[in-house]
Nanobody
């Protein structure tokens, strides 16, 4: 099994920045893709950013140019640097990991979620 523990959420004003962290433990050799989803009230869970073990990166169009995903493979940590935050970025952010080279809502492993609130 793989355990994912997120940290770094909080309340920030529009235009501000936050950095989320997600530490993986357990059977980490199974992990290829790691990344972040978010879910706002009344909306579907949305894939925000993905980074594979090999370094391939994808972003949702809504966050391109503002968010940066990075990954420390040696320490099994993935980060999400969020800049120029907007009120519409408000959501619960979930770390996810998968044995495949992509993430989906059916991915193998999930964190508990961390709240990000952006005030206008």
């Amino acid at each position: 099994q793989v355990q994912l523990v997120e940290s770094g959420g909080g309340l920030v004003q529009a235009g501000g920045s936050l950095r989320l962290s997600c530490a993986a433990s357990g059977s980490i050799f199974r992990i290829n893709a790691m990344g972040w989803f978010r879910q706002a009230p009344g909306k579907q869970r949305e894939l925000v950013a993905t980074k594979t073990r090999g370094g391939s990166t994808t972003y949702a169009d809504s966050v391109k140019g503002r968010f940066t995903i990075s990954r420390d493979n040696a320490n099994n940590v993935v980060y999400l640097q969020m800049n120029s935050l907007k009120p519409e970025d408000t959501a619960v952010y979930y770390c996810a990991a998968d044995r495949k080279n992509y993430l989906s809502t059916l991915s193998d492993y999930w964190g508990q979620g961390t709240q990000v609130t952006v005030s206008s």
